[in-house]
């Protein structure tokens, strides 16, 4: 299972561009949420993905663990 959601970024309609996205399959979100995998962890295994700021990057492993 994969969790996406893919709203319009078109500056047209009011949206800017993300300024961090990250990208994982459920069970690994799940993991996250739980407390049983760090963000960092995930991000060197290859699970968590992320695009855009690396200083949010960073800063992402305080909300999710």
Request: charge should be positive; glycine fraction near 8%; charged fraction near 25%.
């Amino acid at each position: 299972a994969k969790v996406t959601a893919e709203p319009d970024f078109n500056p047209r309609h009011g949206l800017d561009a993300p300024d961090l996205v990250l990208s994982t399959d459920l069970e690994t979100w799940r993991k996250l949420n739980a407390g049983e995998l760090k963000a960092p962890t995930a991000v060197m295994k290859g699970r968590l993905r992320f695009q855009g700021s690396m200083y949010l990057a960073l800063k992402i492993h305080f909300i999710l663990g």
